[in-house]
């Protein structure tokens, strides 16, 4: 497996509180990307980051914030948690192989379960 | 955004039996990837097919790309209950060289192999 670690692995906060979300790989990939999880909705981006200080948002970036200061770690932050943010976040990584980023796998961690009561 | 439906979305079936799964979409894709995700675990990735009409086997899994690279399906023979998950399909397009990093999944089809 992919050294990815994802922490907290459950959490449960109240409505308003700022949540930050960590995920740490030791794999030295370029790409690393947050995902949400919801019944009926597979896989949404949220944001993702193509090196150090450098991130962009994805599908279903509204009410979150990243950071990357380091190539090993990316953070998710919930700057004012509403339940509608209760989910299971996976982050990702990915790096560059022969064929191009079309044919780069992403390797998940196991998840961050949320719950926003 | 472009959207990736799989169908069925559930499908229970016996040990022994065929079946197979459908990742359908508008858009054109330059890669489609096949992940499959147990309780508690990210998705792993099985494939990676990036030429329309490719096949790809692994073990007992066909999948295949459709020529037009908007349809991908993977057929799985003789299931077993080792084979029970959630198998999710996702696609990259080149709109712009940004979205290129974009993986869109689709909602996924969980499968129940029962013995």
């Known amino acids: 497996d992919a050294g990815i670690t994802q922490s907290p692995r459950h959490k449960v906060t109240e409505t308003g509180t700022p949540v930050t979300l960590r995920c740490h790989q030791t794999e030295n990939h370029r790409y690393m990307y947050w995902y949400r999880q919801d019944p009926g909705h597979g896989l949404r981006l949220i944001h993702y980051s193509y090196g150090v200080k450098d991130t962009d948002k994805g599908e279903v970036s509204d009410g979150y914030s990243v950071s990357r200061s380091k190539t090993e770690d990316f953070l998710l932050t919930l700057e004012s948690a509403t339940s509608s943010q209760t989910s299971v976040y996976f982050c990702?990584?990915?790096?560059?192989?022969?064929?191009?980023?079309?044919?780069?796998?992403?390797?998940f961690g196991n998840g961050t379960r949320l719950t926003v009561t | 955004t472009q959207l990736l439906e799989q169908s069925p979305q559930f499908l229970s079936i016996q040990e022994g039996e065929n079946l197979t799964v459908y990742c359908n979409s508008s858009?054109?894709?330059?890669?489609l990837q096949w992940y499959r995700q147990e309780p508690g675990e990210g998705p792993v990735l099985l494939v990676t097919v990036v030429t329309g009409g490719e096949v790809k086997k692994l073990k007992r899994l066909t999948f295949q790309f459709g020529d037009a690279r908007k349809d991908s399906s993977l057929h799985i023979t003789a299931a077993q209950t080792g084979d029970t998950g959630l198998y999710l399909c996702?696609?990259?397009?080149?709109?712009?060289?940004?979205?290129?990093?974009?993986?869109?999944f689709g909602s996924g089809t969980q499968l129940t192999v029962l013995p």
């Open positions: 996702a696609g990259r397009t080149h709109l712009k060289s940004g979205s290129a990093r974009q993986l869109t």
């Open positions: 990702a990584i990915s790096e560059l192989i022969a064929g191009g980023l079309q044919n780069s796998p992403l390797h």
């Open positions: 858009s054109v894709f330059s890669s």
